[in-house]
């Protein structure tokens, strides 16, 4: 006798989920930040008059498990992208690189005055957990925004002394690079030698370079886009001008792919038609 219930089906089994679309410590990072509305979509005015449509703010990472968990997506990038032998996808990983690992040597880590302050400390901290070995006695150093004129003096606190010192920049958020460059002038003040930068959120935005080769004006790019000049990223202008690696917790691909996954397709769709008018290209 034929069996009508669909429903009795002793075959039909549930399907298996979908494989994660991010490295977990993107995955992790990237919902701590929606889930703390410190990554926010809508419709917000940038500094530079550009209209966009999210928004991340770095420094609501002020609780104790907040600041836990940007510092832990900092020290897993750092691990992941320059040091080879090291596979860390999580912050359980505890084994330090190996002293064979082709490795990107550092002793201190900067975070430019205001808030690269506390996600210099915290990275340095998480570092030392991750992989003690090699990391316990790594310095962080931070800049006034004033030199001071009384007590040890000077423009660093931290590990003062920064000359001939491998440097490690941390910073929130990349746009158009400016902070970047203002830090390192700060550096080559001290005598320090930048090896890397690393920042939380690469908004992938492009920066309009004049035929000098410099950065032309803000104003430019919001009243044209920066159609007609030589258009380039700001990330790849950092490497570019420095010559030393740039990377990202996460990227605004990172961001658009995770939203479509979760079947935000609204707000992807907004974040990709920005990242058209006003990137250099998926990445870039």
Do not use: W
Not at 25 to 41: E, Y
């Amino acid at each position: 006798m034929t069996n009508l219930n669909p429903t009795s089906n002793p075959t039909t089994t549930t399907p298996p989920p979908p494989p994660p679309l991010l490295p977990p410590h993107k995955s992790h990072f990237l919902s701590t930040c929606v889930q703390n509305s410190i990554l926010r979509f809508g419709t917000f005015t940038l500094k530079s008059g550009r209209v966009s449509p999210y928004f991340f703010n770095a420094s609501l990472f002020s609780r104790a498990d907040l600041l836990h968990s940007i510092a832990s997506a900092y020290a897993e990038t750092i691990l992941s992208s320059f040091f080879s032998s090291s596979s860390s996808s999580s912050t359980s990983s505890s084994s330090p690189p190996s002293s064979s690992s082709s490795s990107l040597e550092f002793d201190v880590l900067f975070g430019p005055a205001y808030k690269g302050i506390p996600l210099a400390v915290a990275t340095t901290l998480r570092l030392a957990e991750l992989a003690p070995q090699q990391f316990s006695t790594l310095s962080y150093a931070f800049d006034r925004k004033e030199a001071k004129s009384h007590g040890e003096g000077g423009r660093i606190v931290g590990c003062q002394d920064l000359k001939a010192k491998r440097v490690l920049l941390v910073d929130d958020v990349i746009t158009a690079g400016t902070a970047v460059g203002q830090a390192v002038e700060v550096l080559r003040a001290e005598g320090a030698l930048l090896v890397g930068v690393v920042v939380a959120l690469d908004r992938m935005e492009s920066v309009v370079v004049s035929d000098e080769g410099g950065e032309q004006q803000q104003q430019q790019q919001q009243q044209g886009d920066g159609v007609g000049g030589q258009r380039e990223s700001a990330v790849g202008r950092i490497r570019r001008l420095y010559g030393v690696p740039c990377v990202a917790v996460l990227s605004l691909d990172d961001i658009i792919v995770e939203l479509e996954g979760r079947g935000t397709v609204e707000d992807g769709l907004r974040l990709r038609e920005y990242r058209d008018r006003y990137g250099v290209g998926a990445g870039e």
